[in-house]
């Protein structure tokens, strides 16, 4: 049973990325699919939408991303550590080559998303679906997709308002950062800056 999902609305989907989380990638296309985790992925733009994430060209995820033109980047949490760890050091190809794949050799839930092909992994806190944005010498040169958000979800557990809400929420619903060699930190205690005196607000006088 799936939490309390909340849809997202798409100029405040960059707020689920903007803390830097390790994230999940899955695509699907011509009845194959894979999901693979990822560290680097940012957001770009508010409205409408972008997001950027590296795939490397020798993995079967960027094999289904380059064919099927979408994506879906999801926020796995503390309890998928091992989950996270496996599927993005395991070859989605050689389990496709024997009609597998790494869901049902792995037994993952999946639900169907709003606007794009890929599965939606159940159990993470976040997701987005994405439709690349073509750029094919960018993504020839430095394997970098860049893709617009055409829906995003979020558990309402961790956030609420806009924010994240790691706080208040079960550790073990807190988003995962990669340090290397199978190592993640998670989120700590929120601390609110305050503006202090003297200077002007704003992003245009930044």
């Given at each position: 049973?799936?939490?309390?999902?909340?849809?997202?609305?798409?100029?405040?989907?960059?707020?689920?990325?903007?803390?830097?989380?390790?994230?999940?990638?899955?695509?699907?296309?011509?009845?194959?699919?894979?999901?693979?985790?990822?560290?680097?992925?940012?957001?770009?733009?508010?409205?409408?939408?972008?997001?950027?994430?590296?795939?490397?060209?020798?993995?079967?995820?960027?094999?289904?991303?380059?064919?099927?033109?979408?994506?879906?980047?999801?926020?796995?949490?503390?309890?998928?550590?091992?989950?996270?760890?496996?599927?993005?050091?395991?070859?989605?190809?050689?389990?496709?080559?024997?009609?597998?794949?790494?869901?049902?050799?792995?037994?993952?839930?999946?639900?169907?998303?709003?606007?794009?092909?890929?599965?939606?992994?159940?159990?993470?806190?976040?997701?987005?679906?994405?439709?690349?944005?073509?750029?094919?010498?960018?993504?020839?040169?430095?394997?970098?997709?860049?893709?617009?958000?055409?829906?995003?979800?979020?558990?309402?557990r961790v956030f609420s308002n806009g924010r994240?809400?790691?706080?208040?929420?079960?550790?073990?619903?807190?988003?995962?950062?990669?340090?290397?060699?199978?190592?993640?930190?998670?989120?700590?205690?929120?601390?609110?800056?305050?503006?202090?005196?003297?200077?002007?607000?704003?992003?245009?006088?930044?």
């Amino acid at each position: 049973m799936h939490p309390p999902l909340i849809d997202v609305p798409l100029p405040q989907a960059s707020r689920l990325l903007n803390h830097g989380p390790t994230v999940l990638v899955s695509a699907a296309h011509g009845g194959q699919r894979n999901i693979m985790a990822a560290a680097w992925a940012m957001p770009l733009d508010f409205d409408p939408p972008k997001v950027a994430v590296v795939i490397d060209k020798a993995t079967f995820t960027r094999q289904l991303i380059d064919a099927s033109g979408s994506l879906v980047l999801q926020l796995p949490c503390a309890a998928q550590a091992d989950l996270c760890f496996s599927v993005g050091n395991s070859s989605g190809a050689a389990l496709a080559a024997a009609g597998d794949d790494k869901f049902k050799r792995l037994g993952l839930a999946t639900f169907g998303g709003k606007q794009v092909q890929a599965p939606l992994l159940a159990g993470c806190v976040a997701w987005l679906e994405c439709r690349v944005i073509p750029w094919p010498a960018v993504q020839a040169a430095h394997d970098l997709f860049l893709a617009e958000v055409v829906a995003a979800q979020v558990d309402s557990r961790v956030f609420s308002n806009g924010r994240w809400q790691f706080d208040a929420a079960p550790a073990d619903l807190r988003t995962l950062h990669h340090l290397g060699g199978g190592r993640f930190v998670l989120p700590g205690q929120a601390v609110q800056g305050q503006m202090l005196p003297g200077l002007q607000t704003g992003p245009a006088a930044a």
